[in-house]
């Protein structure tokens, strides 16, 4: 394992990470759960350590627009957020996709209001998923400090010039600390070169960004976009074998547990998807053929290989940390029921919501999903809708 | 623009960028008139309103401050003629 | 091996920081470690918790800890929530209070939950070495004792990395104190 043992908690090793790649450019907002990102990085330029230009904005809105501005100039640009913050971010979320600027952003999950809260929902990371942005999931504080890390290489890869974010569970992530082990600056960098800009702001080749677009133009660009989202899916394995080979720790879009001979499985986003392997361990040792799916990459979607891992499958629990009111299915298990319906050889699929707010994910409630899944299998009956389970009824 | 026109979306520059300046040059707003403007340069004083006024700008100042119009750009606003403090310049319909 | 502790203070006394410093202790000697500060609003003075859980596994569960093999009390006057401080502490499990002797409701409640309890005036500590009523360093000292599963060295350590000049040394000094007098309460 290539770097040093350190404890960190998770926003922290996101600020450290932030500060090895040696951005140019931070335009942000302190919202909690993130705060910590943004406070440490003013620090770390504050004291010198960081060579960056620390835009400290009135808003969100503010804090994206800065950041498309600053990364169409040819800067390497970070910034945070959370929960509201990623709501107000929300059109320039669509226009640094569109204009194909280059930000990495953290997001330190939190949900929705209202009521008001600052605990660990998914219904940020979902609200971007349309948007044109990539998006990695961190499942403990190693991954955080290596996902940013990638989603730099990623989105300023040439064949890419997508926006990244990296999502990490509010609280549970965020604000815990947990071994991890960081590379030397050296190594960073020579993993993550600085960035070359590909329209660079020159006064003597001037460019237009964001032209008005209408129906002449404005669908071969949509069409264009959509090929780059689906083509960046080969430089983020290739970036992933590359950083894996580099430090020892392997990363792919789709991890798995058991999944050889499961019968029955979790797909699952986030920091729970160590709790649920943690369970089906101890079934595994009951003799229950149980498996884990879980997505270190939610955008593009890893839809060809999830086909080829679910092939066994009697049953897929798909677990959902947000709620999409009115949909018929919460937000990954419309992905999972999408990418799998013209499959001949395909599990039953239901939906389990869970942990909204914070609510914790204690085992008895990942042991009940598992046999749930058992009982669908044998029966070959699904639930009529979505599950809650650990609320009070 | 011309070299970006009916292109495909694998040939278009990325992200909408348009990678040529001053392509808006290209775009002739001239046929967007219904009245033309009419410069009598008997009556005109040089005075440069109009060319101070005009939104465009679409009235080219030459070398001794005479003015002339230029009909690829002229929408057909009128404030030239408007602006003129010695009637100089008169609005007459297209075709006329 | 897994180990899971709570600890129970209030709010601006360290409770945090007693979490983290055991967490970058057990680090230290090539432990896993998980600490979570639990979080509402931040008020001085009301009941706060964090929790570390160690291990020499890789730790992968990311839930709650409801059931701590070691609890320890920071706060003097919390014992009295005798409910709260024992709740899920496990059968065999240790209590470590700081307190001159313990109130007559928490040894009722240790005996019928069959855990160890343990007893240091970290009140005393603290004002003879700070002056003031800083308690967590010393209460992290006394655990270390309670539970050997990790040196004083390593302890004193991680306060380096937090801490410096005399309020280095102070806590130090504070947490050594403490690892000498804690002392198991013999139940009557």
């Known amino acids: 394992m290539r770097g040093r043992l350190i404890g960190l908690n998770g926003d922290t090793a996101v600020a450290y990470a932030v500060k090895q790649a040696d951005v140019d450019v931070i335009a942000a907002y302190p919202i909690t759960p993130q705060t910590i990102i943004v406070e440490k990085l003013s620090e770390f330029v504050n004291n010198g350590e960081l060579n960056a230009a620390f835009v400290p904005v009135e808003s969100e809105h503010s804090a994206l627009s800065a950041s498309v501005g600053a990364a169409l100039t040819g800067a390497r640009v970070f910034t945070a957020t959370a929960s509201q913050g990623l709501a107000l971010m929300y059109e320039i979320l669509w226009i640094a996709s569109s204009l194909r600027a280059t930000v990495v952003m953290a997001l330190g999950n939190r949900a929705f209001s209202a009521p ?217 298990f419309m992905d999972i029921a999408a990418t799998l319906f013209n499959e001949k050889e395909r599990p039953l699929l239901f939906n389990i919501i869970y942990g909204l707010g914070g609510r914790d994910l204690k085992p008895e409630h990942v042991e009940y999903v598992f046999d749930k899944a058992f009982e669908v299998a044998e029966t070959g009956e699904t639930p009529e809708s979505e599950i809650w389970i650990g609320v009070r009824e | 623009m011309s070299s970006l026109k009916g292109k495909g979306w694998k040939e278009l520059p990325i992200g909408a960028v348009i990678p040529i300046p001053a392509t808006s040059m290209e775009y002739k707003t001239g046929n967007w008139r219904a009245l033309k403007p009419v410069l009598d340069q008997n009556k005109c004083i040089k005075c440069l309103l109009c060319w101070v006024h005009c939104p465009e700008p679409a009235i080219i100042r030459h070398e001794d401050d005479s003015v002339s119009i230029d009909y690829d750009y002229c929408k057909g606003c009128g404030i030239c003629s408007n602006v003129c403090p010695v009637k100089a310049i008169t609005m007459v319909m297209e075709g006329e | 091996m897994l180990i899971e502790v709570r600890w129970h203070g209030r709010g601006g006394q360290g409770v945090v920081t007693s979490s983290e410093l055991l967490a970058r202790a057990a680090l230290l000697e090539g432990f896993h470690v998980y600490h979570a500060p639990e979080f509402g609003p931040e008020r001085r003075g009301a009941p706060v918790r964090a929790y570390t859980r160690i291990s020499d596994e890789i730790i992968e569960q990311h839930f709650g800890i409801y059931e701590p093999d070691v609890v320890v009390v920071i706060d003097p006057t919390l014992q009295s929530e005798t409910e709260m401080i024992l709740t899920g502490l496990k059968e065999g499990g240790k209590l470590i209070l700081n307190a001159v002797k313990p109130l007559e409701s928490v040894v009722e409640k240790v005996k019928e939950k069959k855990v160890k309890l343990y007893v240091v005036d970290a009140y005393k500590i603290a004002m003879d070495v700070f002056g003031r009523p800083f308690y967590n360093t010393p209460m992290l000292g006394a655990f270390t004792k309670v539970t050997g599963l990790i040196k004083l060295e390593s302890v004193l350590k991680a306060m380096e990395e937090r801490f410096s000049g005399e309020i280095l040394e102070k806590n130090k000094f504070a947490a050594k104190r403490a690892y000498d007098e804690v002392e198991e309460y013999v139940l009557p």
Request: aromatic share 12%; with cysteine; proline share 6%.
């Open chain 1, 116 to 332: 008001i809260n600052i605990h660990c929902s998914h219904d940020d990371a979902y609200a971007a998923r349309d948007t044109g942005w990539i998006e990695f999931f961190a499942e403990n504080v190693q991954e955080a400090y290596d996902l940013t890390l990638q989603a730099f290489k990623v989105s300023e890869d040439k064949q890419v010039l997508l926006p990244s974010i990296v999502n990490l569970d509010g609280f549970i992530l965020t604000h815990s600390l947990e071994g991890l082990y960081v590379l030397d600056d050296k190594d960073v960098r020579e993993f993550l070169p600085p960035k070359e800009p590909v329209y660079p702001v020159d006064p003597e080749h001037p460019v237009t960004y964001g032209p008005l677009d209408l129906y002449d133009y404005y669908i071969e660009h949509k069409r264009q976009q959509a090929e780059a989202m689906r083509n960046s899916y080969s430089t983020i394995l290739k970036v992933f074998e590359e950083y894996s080979e580099f430090t020892g720790r392997k990363y792919e879009p789709i991890k798995t547990y058991g999944i050889e001979d499961a019968e029955v499985a979790i797909a699952i986003l986030g920091s729970s998807a160590g709790t649920a392997r943690y369970v089906a361990r101890k079934l595994r040792k009951e003799g229950k053929k149980v498996g884990v799916i879980s997505f270190t990459l939610y955008r593009p979607f890893p839809a060809s290989e999830l086909r080829k891992l679910t092939r066994g499958l009697k049953a897929l629990a798909v677990m959902d940390r947000s709620y999409s009111f009115g949909s018929p299915g919460a937000q990954l």
